[in-house]
Structures are given as C-alpha cells and as structure tokens.
C-alpha cells in the first residue's frame, strides 16, 4: 500500500506484491502519484 497527500486529501493507492517485485512497485506508485499531480494541476 503506497499513499500520497494532496492538499488535504490522502489518497491510497492499493496495489499488491511481494519482496520480489517490490522495486518496480514503488517506481509505480511514485509514476501514479506524478500523475495525479499533473492531473491536479490541469484542473486549476
């Protein structure tokens, strides 16, 4: 489980793995995070 805040929202991101792949989990979840930012931004 992987969260960022945006404003004053926290937004979980779920997602499932193991050790394994847990490396490309979090270079997922920060590219996720980098687009609801962008998106945020859109909307202003």
Not at 10 to 28: F, P, W, Y
Request: proline share 0%.
């Amino acid at each position: 489980m992987y969260y960022t805040q945006q404003g004053d929202v926290l937004i979980i991101m779920l997602g499932g793995g193991d050790k394994a792949s847990q490396s490309r989990d979090v270079k997922r979840a920060k590219e996720l995070a980098h687009m609801l930012q962008i998106g945020q931004e859109d909307l202003s």
